[in-house]
Structures are given as C-alpha cells and as structure tokens.
C-alpha cells in the first residue's frame, strides 16, 4: 500500500512559520505538497523534481520552500510568513501532469491553522 506520513502542522499566528515533512516509501521523479481548504478544491502548493527542479503555486511564491532529502525518501516544506488563507490540511503525493496526483491514497495530512 502506498504511504506517505505527513508531521509537522500546528496552530500560528500570522507571519509565523512552520516546516512540514513528509516520508514515503516510494522512490517519485516529482513530488508535491498539496492543500485541502474548507470550501475548496485540493490544490497543488509546491512540487519538487529529483534532480533538485522546483514550482511554486502564485500564492505561496516567496514564502514557501520546498526541499527533499533523496536518501531519506523525505520532502519537506518550510513555510514562513504565513497567511490566514494558508489554513489547511496539508498532504504529499506524486505529482502527475495530466491528473494533478498520481495516487488517490492520502495520509492523514498535517493540519495548518493560522490565525490572524
């Protein structure tokens, strides 16, 4: 079975920060944080390629960083200068053009909550 185990996530005030990690078992080309609002659709945060390559959604640009750690099978997420509208559960999964994740598995996600 697929995993992927998402830590990290926690209660900020605005302008904190947090990082988040996420370790799987699989060996992924592209791997991506993603987040799931209230009200909204899961959307892709910030993907990370194996050779080091990076994309960041408009809305985090500048104030997210994604890293990974290939030997660990680790990603990470370093969040800074965080914004009410960050609140979210946060997951990891491979990243796939055509259908936005590649798996529907989902771990139980790291919760983001930032008040304002």
């Known amino acids: 079975q697929v995993q992927f185990v998402e830590s990290g996530g926690g209660l900020v005030q605005a302008g904190g920060s947090l990082r988040l990690s996420c370790t799987t078992d699989l060996n992924i080309n592209v791997i991506g944080w993603y987040r ?3 009200g909204k659709q899961r959307e892709l945060v910030a993907a990370i390629a194996s050779e080091g390559s990076t994309n960041y959604a408009t809305a985090v640009k ?3 960083t994604i890293a990974r750690d290939n030997v660990k099978n680790t990603v990470y997420l370093q969040m800074n ?4 509208e960050d609140t979210a559960i946060y997951h990891c999964n491979e990243y796939d ?3 936005g994740w590649k798996y529907n598995y989902w771990g139980q996600g790291a919760q983001v909550t930032v008040s304002s």
């Open 36 to 38: 799931l609002a209230p």
């Open 62 to 64: 500048g104030r997210f």
């Open 81 to 84: 200068n965080l914004k009410p």
């Open 97 to 99: 053009a055509m259908r």
